[in-house]
C-alpha cells in the first residue's frame, strides 16, 4: 500500500522554527514536494526536491526561510523551517511524483494526510 505519513507539525511562536518530515512507503518515489492549506484557501505548492537532491524549488514567499531536504534511499524527505510568520499557518501536506523532477504542482499523484502547523504572533 502507497503511503505518505507526515509528523512535526505544531505549534511555534513568530520567529520560531519547525522540521517536517516525510515517511514513503510502498513504492520508491521520484520528486518529492510540500505543499500547504490555509483555513479558507487552496492547497498552494511549498517546495519539491528531485529524485536526485541536486535540484529544488521553492515558492517565494518561503525561499530563504525553508529547505526542502531528502534521503532518498530511506524514502524520506523533510522541510526545515525557520523564521516562521503567521501567514506560514497551515495544514501542510507531503506529496509524491514518479517524475525525475519538478516542472508543476500538477506533477504529483500521492498525498498524505498532512500536519497542523500553527505560527502564533
Known amino acids: 500500500q502507497v503511503q505518505l505519513v507526515e509528523s512535526g507539525g505544531g505549534l511555534v511562536q513568530a520567529g520560531g522554527s519547525l522540521r517536517l518530515s516525510c515517511a514513503a512507503s510502498?513504492?520508491?518515489?521520484?520528486?518529492m514536494g510540500w505543499f500547504r492549506q490555509a483555513p479558507g484557501k487552496e492547497r498552494d505548492f511549498v517546495a519539491a526536491?528531485?529524485?536526485?537532491?541536486?535540484?529544488?524549488y521553492y515558492t517565494d514567499s518561503v525561499k530563504g526561510r525553508f529547505t526542502i531536504s531528502r534521503i532518498y534511499a530511506k524514502n524520506m524527505v523533510y522541510l526545515q523551517m525557520y523564521t516562521l510568520k503567521p501567514e506560514d499557518t497551515a495544514v501542510y501536506y507531503c506529496a509524491a511524483s514518479f517524475l525525475e523532477t519538478y516542472y508543476s504542482p500538477n506533477d504529483f499523484s500521492n498525498w498524505g494526510q498532512g500536519t497542523q502547523v500553527t505560527v502564533s504572533s
Open positions: 526536491i528531485s529524485r536526485t537532491g541536486t535540484a529544488t
Open positions: 510502498g513504492r520508491t518515489y521520484y520528486t
